[in-house]
């Protein structure tokens, strides 16, 4: 009972967090401009977002069904795979941080256990390939700071998932020994399809972005990662609010105002985001549905 007291506080706190994130952020921008920044997008760049979100789905599907099959024993059908990764979509809106997404579990015909473990191995790289592309961004964009710490820091984080690999020999378990032959097998696959999957969102965003300024194809891989990496800190829903603050702080470095800062996160956001949750939700109702 306390724990779920607990819990229920947490998400209060959370959910005045992105309002209140939100309430400062709007404040400080004028809604008309913002307006008319939505209405410069042209279509063939909609149509480009449109097809990069779709290849992102499939990458995300590509992955899902790799991170399930880390049980060696379970062989997950397409559409299992695709249903519980669009439900993961829509169920990730329903608690601050992202956390609902664990639901998603509950649509797939294994272990829960089992489950549970891929869907820590997907947290795990989802977050990894964050560090990855902001810590590397992080040496460019603070010129200012040594540079050799960024450099030691980025070639750390790039390294770990095969570090983790190492200190299962280090701490031998034969219990997960057929485990760990799995996630072997799908780490490299994993890593490069991860980074597409990032490519593929700094390209969203320097399209929007180049409708307005010029931005150099640079500028937007040493400052994009560091906005996306607000999607790690689980404090507001789906990272809004959170996302659009890191937008304007790091986009004005650039000379972008915050208006076409937030057009450019929200539409991103919208298209990678909104849209694919509500594929899920179509999933959700058409299984109870069927199940009435």
């Known amino acids: 009972m306390k724990k779920i007291l607990k819990n229920k506080v947490i998400y209060i706190i959370k959910f005045i967090i992105t309002l209140t994130i939100l309430f400062f952020i709007f404040r400080k921008i004028d809604f008309q401009m913002l307006l008319s920044t939505f209405k410069h997008i042209k279509l063939w760049i909609i149509a480009v977002i449109i097809l990069t979100a779709s290849i992102k789905i499939l ?6 069904g790799h991170y399930l099959k880390i049980d060696p024993q379970y062989s997950p059908k397409r559409s299992e795979i695709f249903k519980s990764l669009m439900i ?15 639901g ?6 294994n272990k829960k ?63 997960f020994e057929v485990y760990f032959k799995q996630y072997l097998k799908i780490v490299p696959r994993i890593c490069y399809m991860q980074g597409i999957y990032m490519a593929l969102t700094i390209l969203q965003y320097f399209l929007i972005l180049n409708i307005f300024s010029e931005f150099h194809p640079f500028s937007a891989i040493i ?16 990272g809004l609010g959170l996302r659009e603050k890191f937008a304007m702080e790091v986009l004005s470095k650039y000379g ?3 208006e076409i800062a937030i057009t450019a996160s929200l539409t991103v956001f919208i298209f990678n985001s ?6 899920g939700v179509y999933c959700i109702l058409r299984r109870k549905k069927r199940n009435t």
């Open 88 to 102: 993961g979509h829509s169920l990730r809106f329903l608690l601050p941080g992202g956390h609902g997404v664990i």
């Open 113 to 175: 256990m089992m489950t549970f473990m891929s869907l820590g191995v997907e947290k795990f790289f989802q977050i990894w390939i964050n560090f990855v592309f902001a810590s590397f961004a992080s040496i460019f964009y603070f010129r200012h700071k040594s540079i050799f710490p960024t450099i030691l820091i980025f070639v750390f984080i790039l390294a770990f998932p095969f570090l983790v690999y190492l200190i299962k020999h280090i701490k031998h378990n034969n219990k």
């Open 59 to 64: 990458i995300e599907y590509r992955n899902w």
């Open 256 to 258: 972008i105002s915050p």
């Open 104 to 109: 998603k579990m509950y649509f797939v015909n």
């Open 274 to 279: 909104v849209l694919p949750a509500l594929v």
């Open 223 to 238: 400052s994009i990662p560091l906005i996306l990496f607000a999607n790690v800190i689980p404090i507001t829903y789906a």
